[in-house]
Every structure is written in structure tokens, then in C-alpha cells.
């Protein structure tokens, strides 16, 4: 306990369980990272919109889920030399704007680098799925993307 | 294939240390010796409880200490009927607004051993303080009955 000339202080946590209702289109997207793959949704003008939204940015309403390949290309990315306890990885990794092969927009998520130095702009990647008995229909289920062999930038 | 997700959780959590301060920490101090102390403003005269080292109305530091009685009036009160996280109560059960003698703000706490049903504004309350002395609010386990005629009104209007 403090000293009795000093103030007293108590652990406080404040927490909201929010339970949250995702739509059709993101439901559809989480329903196939739970399968271990990965979909967009075809837009009105034809591109490939990932992760997929109902709407695209000029309000016309998206059509069909796209299957992706699980590779892509790391268009912008931010290192993460500390991480906290909620971060996706427990190591220094990058968080990173994916392209997906086949997909016109960039999803945002992690990339198990290790290092810094090995990241780059252009790096190719790949997802690298939870187990399959872990995956429950989250973006968690895309447990992170890891750098393709031979791109890693030494 | 999955059946389309309808829904997740997406918990928000603030993991905060609070750190009492310098006034409220003495309070608690109190609380650990069965003491309830508030502050004098000395500005208006009234009495703060839980003392924060300044009068709210006045905006002037408060350091005369002030020790109050563990008996109060009800100034107004609420009987709880619905289950709800982190309750660990049986219901219902009252929780009530206690002007203590001596101060001039009133503290939330919980009414025991007596009927909800006879629980009233005016009612003279006396705290029961848990076996455990502790600084916390917790030491006072609840308040019951002092067993005394109800206050008038007009004792604790400017209270409610």
C-alpha cells in the first residue's frame, strides 16, 4: 500500500462488449475468411472493391463477391517495432496496405515481417490463415500476411 | 461453405489507474478508521463529502477538514428490480442519496435490512461498517434503519 502521504491510486477498467451487426456483404467476407478465403465484391464499373462494402464510393450499390487469390502486393506500410497487448502479433511487425491479386483496393492488416529492414513497397505477400478450428467468422481469421520467399528486402 | 456471419464483437476497453488525489485519498485514509470526513468551503461554509480539495461551487481550495456523523437522511432513492452485469445482489434492493449529517452533499449508497417498500424520503439512515477496514468506500457496507423519527422536508430540500 502507498505511503500515508502519498495518494492513493486503483486499477479502473472501463469496457463496452459491443456486439455488432456486420450486413450482408461484410457477413458474406467474414462467412469466407472462416473457410480460409478471401473474396471482394465486383463494383458497378467492374473493379474488384476488398474488403467489400455494400456501396462503393459513388453510392451505386456493389454486385457479386469475387473470389482472390491469397497473394497480393504491399502498396504502403508502417512498422510496429513495440506491440501492445491487443496487436495482432506478439513480435515487431508491419502494418501494411494489401492489393490482392485480382483486386483493384488495398485491405489493411498485418504483415509478419520480423524485420524492418525486409519490408518494402512492392513486397509481395501471402495470407497466412488461423487453424481452421480457431477461425470463427472475424478478420482475426487472416491471422496476418507473411513476405513471399525471395522478396524479402535484406 | 460457412453460412454468412451475422455479427461480432468488438469490445472497447480503457484499462485506467485512477489516482484518487490528495483530498479524496485522505477520505479513504478515513474510511480505514471509520471516519467519514468532508471539507468546509471557505467561501460559502459548506461542507464537501467526498472532499476534493476545492469547492465545486466556489472553485477556491478547501483544507478544513470536518468530521461527519455515519447517520444522514434519504434525500431521495431508487429500488433496483433488473439484473445486470457485475450486480452481485439479490433483488431488489435500494440504492439512495444520504445527506450525513454535517455535510452538504449527499453519498450514493445501498439501503439493507429493511423492506423496499419502506424506503422513503426523510428516512434516518445509520452506515454499517464491514468487519474489514479498508480504504474504500466498501467499508461502509451499507446503511440501515437508525431507527429515528423521518426528518422534515424542509431539512433536506436543497439537497435532493
Request: with cysteine; glycine share 8%.
Amino acid at each position: 500500500m502507498a505511503r500515508d502521504d502519498e495518494n492513493l491510486t486503483a486499477p479502473y477498467v472501463l469496457e463496452y462488449k459491443y456486439r455488432r451487426s456486420c450486413g450482408p456483404v461484410v457477413g458474406r467476407f467474414l462467412a469466407a475468411l472462416k473457410d480460409g478465403r478471401l473474396e471482394g465484391v465486383r463494383a458497378a464499373d467492374g473493379r474488384v472493391i476488398v474488403p467489400p462494402t455494400e456501396y462503393d464510393e459513388h453510392g451505386e450499390p456493389t454486385g457479386e463477391p469475387v473470389a482472390l487469390a491469397p497473394t497480393g502486393t504491399v502498396t504502403a506500410w508502417s512498422w510496429v517495432a513495440a506491440p501492445r497487448a491487443n496487436h495482432p502479433l506478439a513480435r515487431p511487425f508491419a502494418w501494411a496496405l494489401v492489393k490482392l491479386d485480382g483486386a483493384d483496393t488495398a485491405l489493411l492488416h498485418a504483415v509478419d515481417a520480423v524485420e524492418e529492414s525486409r519490408m518494402k513497397t512492392g513486397a509481395r505477400v501471402r495470407a497466412r490463415f488461423a487453424a481452421a478450428d480457431e477461425r470463427v467468422g472475424h478478420i482475426r481469421d487472416l491471422a496476418c500476411f507473411e513476405l513471399l520467399p525471395g522478396d524479402a528486402h535484406e | 461453405m460457412s453460412d454468412a456471419i451475422k455479427g461480432f464483437t468488438a469490445p472497447v476497453r480503457l484499462a485506467y489507474t485512477v489516482n484518487a488525489g490528495r483530498a479524496a485519498s485522505r477520505f479513504l485514509r478515513g474510511l480505514a478508521e471509520r471516519r467519514i470526513l468532508g471539507q468546509r468551503c471557505p467561501v460559502c461554509k459548506k461542507v464537501n463529502m467526498p472532499p476534493r480539495g476545492a469547492c465545486p461551487t466556489c472553485g477556491v481550495p478547501t483544507e478544513e477538514e470536518v468530521q461527519l456523523s455515519e447517520v444522514g437522511t434519504v434525500t431521495t432513492f431508487c429500488i433496483i428490480n433488473i439484473q445486470f452485469d457485475a450486480q452481485a445482489r439479490e433483488l431488489p434492493y435500494a440504492c439512495a442519496s444520504i445527506l450525513l449529517d454535517g455535510a452538504d452533499t449527499t453519498l450514493f449508497h445501498l439501503i439493507q435490512e429493511v423492506p423496499v417498500a419502506e424506503i422513503r424520503m426523510g428516512m434516518r439512515v445509520r452506515a454499517v461498517w464491514d468487519d474489514e477496514r479498508r480504504p474504500s468506500l466498501d467499508s461502509i457496507r451499507h446503511f440501515r434503519a437508525a431507527g429515528e423519527p423521518d426528518a422534515p422536508y424542509d431539512s433536506y430540500k436543497e439537497h435532493l
